[in-house]
Protein backbone atom coordinates (compact mmCIF):
# COMPACT_ATOMS: atom_id res chain seq x y z
CA UNK A 1 0.00 0.00 0.00
CA UNK A 2 2.94 2.67 1.10
CA UNK A 3 4.46 1.50 -2.51
CA UNK A 4 0.94 2.64 -4.21
CA UNK A 5 1.20 6.05 -2.52
CA UNK A 6 4.82 6.69 -3.18
CA UNK A 7 4.15 5.52 -6.60
CA UNK A 8 1.20 8.28 -7.01
CA UNK A 9 3.04 11.19 -5.52
CA UNK A 10 6.17 10.74 -7.83
CA UNK A 11 3.78 10.81 -10.15
CA UNK A 12 1.72 14.05 -9.61
CA UNK A 13 5.19 15.92 -8.69
CA UNK A 14 6.61 15.12 -12.43
CA UNK A 15 3.00 15.83 -13.77
CA UNK A 16 2.80 19.15 -11.71
CA UNK A 17 6.64 20.91 -13.42
CA UNK A 18 7.98 20.83 -10.09
CA UNK A 19 10.78 18.30 -10.36
CA UNK A 20 13.54 19.05 -12.42
CA UNK A 21 13.42 17.30 -16.25
CA UNK A 22 16.20 17.29 -18.37
CA UNK A 23 16.31 19.72 -21.34
CA UNK A 24 16.37 18.41 -24.86
CA UNK A 25 18.14 21.22 -26.03
CA UNK A 26 20.71 23.01 -24.35
CA UNK A 27 19.49 23.57 -20.39
CA UNK A 28 16.29 23.83 -19.02
CA UNK A 29 16.46 26.01 -15.40
CA UNK A 30 13.89 24.21 -12.70
CA UNK A 31 12.23 25.66 -9.64
CA UNK A 32 15.12 24.52 -7.10
CA UNK A 33 18.17 26.52 -9.30
CA UNK A 34 19.19 23.44 -10.71
CA UNK A 35 20.40 23.28 -14.48
CA UNK A 36 20.48 20.06 -16.32
CA UNK A 37 22.64 20.46 -19.63
CA UNK A 38 21.92 18.61 -22.75
CA UNK A 39 23.57 19.18 -25.87
CA UNK A 40 22.84 16.07 -27.34
CA UNK A 41 26.78 14.81 -26.89
CA UNK A 42 25.46 11.77 -24.82
CA UNK A 43 22.43 11.59 -27.26
CA UNK A 44 20.82 8.34 -26.08
CA UNK A 45 22.64 7.83 -23.11
CA UNK A 46 20.77 7.90 -19.59
CA UNK A 47 22.50 11.14 -18.28
CA UNK A 48 23.44 14.88 -18.48
CA UNK A 49 26.08 16.78 -19.87
CA UNK A 50 26.50 18.73 -16.97
CA UNK A 51 24.15 19.83 -14.02
CA UNK A 52 24.84 22.99 -11.93
CA UNK A 53 23.84 23.66 -8.23
CA UNK A 54 23.76 26.97 -7.51
CA UNK A 55 27.45 28.69 -8.72
CA UNK A 56 28.90 24.54 -8.65
CA UNK A 57 29.19 22.86 -12.49
CA UNK A 58 29.46 19.06 -12.07
CA UNK A 59 30.69 17.95 -14.97
CA UNK A 60 29.58 14.16 -16.57
CA UNK A 61 33.36 11.73 -16.92
CA UNK A 62 34.80 12.44 -20.00
CA UNK A 63 36.83 9.96 -22.36
CA UNK A 64 38.37 10.96 -25.59
CA UNK A 65 36.02 9.35 -27.78
CA UNK A 66 35.19 10.31 -31.24
CA UNK A 67 31.81 10.19 -33.30
CA UNK A 68 31.95 7.91 -36.29
CA UNK A 69 30.02 8.16 -39.68
CA UNK A 70 27.71 5.21 -38.55
CA UNK A 71 26.97 7.66 -35.34
CA UNK A 72 28.33 5.10 -32.99
CA UNK A 73 31.74 6.39 -30.91
CA UNK A 74 35.59 5.23 -30.68
CA UNK A 75 37.91 6.05 -28.74
CA UNK A 76 41.11 8.33 -30.16
CA UNK A 77 44.14 6.54 -31.20
CA UNK A 78 47.43 7.31 -29.65
CA UNK A 79 47.19 5.94 -26.28
CA UNK A 80 47.25 7.56 -22.69
CA UNK A 81 48.84 10.83 -24.02
CA UNK A 82 46.61 11.38 -26.78
CA UNK A 83 43.65 10.53 -24.57
CA UNK A 84 44.39 12.82 -21.55
CA UNK A 85 44.97 15.57 -24.08
CA UNK A 86 41.66 14.99 -26.01
CA UNK A 87 39.66 14.80 -22.50
CA UNK A 88 41.14 17.82 -21.20
CA UNK A 89 40.23 19.61 -24.44
CA UNK A 90 36.71 18.57 -24.49
CA UNK A 91 36.47 19.43 -20.65
CA UNK A 92 37.79 23.69 -21.55
CA UNK A 93 34.96 23.42 -24.26
CA UNK A 94 32.36 22.01 -22.16
CA UNK A 95 33.46 24.61 -19.50
CA UNK A 96 33.10 27.18 -21.97
CA UNK A 97 29.84 26.85 -23.35
CA UNK A 98 28.46 26.69 -19.45
CA UNK A 99 30.30 30.21 -18.70
CA UNK A 100 32.89 28.59 -16.57
CA UNK A 101 36.89 28.11 -17.37
CA UNK A 102 39.52 25.59 -16.63
CA UNK A 103 40.24 28.16 -13.31
CA UNK A 104 37.12 27.24 -12.21
CA UNK A 105 37.55 23.63 -11.55
CA UNK A 106 38.09 22.51 -7.83
CA UNK A 107 37.98 18.87 -8.00
CA UNK A 108 38.95 16.07 -10.59
CA UNK A 109 38.27 12.49 -10.55
CA UNK A 110 40.52 10.87 -12.52
CA UNK A 111 39.78 7.12 -13.23
CA UNK A 112 42.74 5.31 -15.20
CA UNK A 113 42.44 1.81 -16.83
CA UNK A 114 46.24 1.12 -16.22
CA UNK A 115 47.94 2.92 -12.90
CA UNK A 116 51.32 2.46 -14.96
CA UNK A 117 50.42 5.29 -16.67
CA UNK A 118 49.94 7.64 -14.13
CA UNK A 119 53.02 9.11 -14.65
CA UNK A 120 52.30 10.42 -18.51
CA UNK A 121 48.59 11.15 -17.74
CA UNK A 122 50.11 13.50 -15.08
CA UNK A 123 52.58 15.25 -17.85
CA UNK A 124 49.59 15.86 -19.80
CA UNK A 125 47.33 17.12 -17.17
CA UNK A 126 49.73 19.28 -15.80
CA UNK A 127 50.08 21.72 -18.94
CA UNK A 128 46.02 22.17 -18.18
CA UNK A 129 46.82 23.32 -14.40
CA UNK A 130 48.64 25.71 -12.86
CA UNK A 131 48.51 26.32 -8.72
CA UNK A 132 46.79 25.74 -7.04
CA UNK A 133 45.86 22.72 -8.47
CA UNK A 134 42.30 21.45 -7.83
CA UNK A 135 42.15 18.40 -5.61
CA UNK A 136 42.00 15.18 -7.25
CA UNK A 137 41.42 11.73 -6.72
CA UNK A 138 42.60 8.94 -9.06
CA UNK A 139 41.85 5.24 -9.27
CA UNK A 140 43.01 2.47 -11.31
CA UNK A 141 39.55 0.47 -12.39
CA UNK A 142 39.33 -2.59 -14.00
CA UNK A 143 37.60 -1.06 -17.37
CA UNK A 144 36.30 2.21 -18.77
CA UNK A 145 33.72 2.50 -21.60
CA UNK A 146 34.66 1.99 -24.98
CA UNK A 147 38.18 0.75 -24.11
CA UNK A 148 39.19 3.99 -23.12
CA UNK A 149 42.66 4.48 -20.98
CA UNK A 150 40.98 7.60 -18.50
CA UNK A 151 37.96 9.24 -17.67
CA UNK A 152 37.63 12.28 -16.18
CA UNK A 153 34.83 14.31 -13.86
CA UNK A 154 35.20 17.61 -12.84
CA UNK A 155 33.71 20.33 -10.58
CA UNK A 156 33.97 23.47 -11.01
CA UNK A 157 32.83 26.61 -9.24
CA UNK A 158 32.45 30.45 -9.79
CA UNK A 159 33.40 32.72 -7.26
CA UNK A 160 30.81 35.13 -5.99
CA UNK A 161 31.39 38.10 -3.94
CA UNK A 162 28.80 39.18 -1.77
CA UNK A 163 28.22 43.48 -0.65
CA UNK A 164 29.19 44.01 3.18
CA UNK A 165 25.51 45.21 3.66
CA UNK A 166 24.26 41.42 3.47
CA UNK A 167 25.95 39.63 5.78
CA UNK A 168 24.25 39.49 8.99
CA UNK A 169 20.74 37.57 10.15
CA UNK A 170 18.30 37.34 7.70
CA UNK A 171 20.87 37.62 4.82
CA UNK A 172 20.24 34.66 1.87
CA UNK A 173 24.29 33.88 1.89
CA UNK A 174 24.95 34.61 5.87
CA UNK A 175 25.33 31.22 7.74
CA UNK A 176 22.65 31.73 9.91
CA UNK A 177 20.30 31.33 6.65
CA UNK A 178 21.61 28.44 5.53
CA UNK A 179 20.56 25.75 8.38
Known sequence: MMTKYISMALVAIFMSGSAPAIAKDKSQRSENNITFFDSGKFSGLPFSDAVKVGNLLFLSGEIASERQPDNSFKVIPGGIKAETQRIFENIRVSLNEKGYDMKDIIKCTV????????????????????KPYPARSAF????LALGAK????????KYTRHTSSCLGVGCPH????LT
Open 111 to 130: MLADMSEWAEFNEVYQTFFS
Open 140 to 143: GVSG
Open 150 to 157: AEVECIAA
Open 174 to 177: SPQS
